[in-house]
């Protein structure tokens, strides 16, 4: 595998794992939300927090990791 190709593998590993694990923050808030997971009737204020993050790490994580890598890539 040329090195180029390798790179891109890891970018590629990266991508994935930054929606992924934004998935699962906003999956984890909407139980803290509407689950007796912390406590009786739920966390509103505390789910819609992590919710929040994960929306934010799923949809703007890739965005600024492909702006990060384009100015790597034109050095």
């Known amino acids: 595998m040329t090195p180029d190709e390798e790179l891109w593998r890891k970018r590629f590993g990266i991508f994935a794992l930054m929606r992924l694990s934004g998935l699962i923050m906003f999956l984890v808030g909407m139980a ?22 994960g929306l934010v790490e799923a949809l703007l994580g890739p965005v600024l990791l492909r702006q990060r890598w384009e100015k790597t890539d034109s050095r």
Not at 32 to 52: C, K, T
């Open 32 to 53: 803290i939300i509407f689950s007796d997971l912390l406590r009786p009737g739920g966390a509103l204020g505390l789910g819609m927090v992590v919710v929040g993050c």
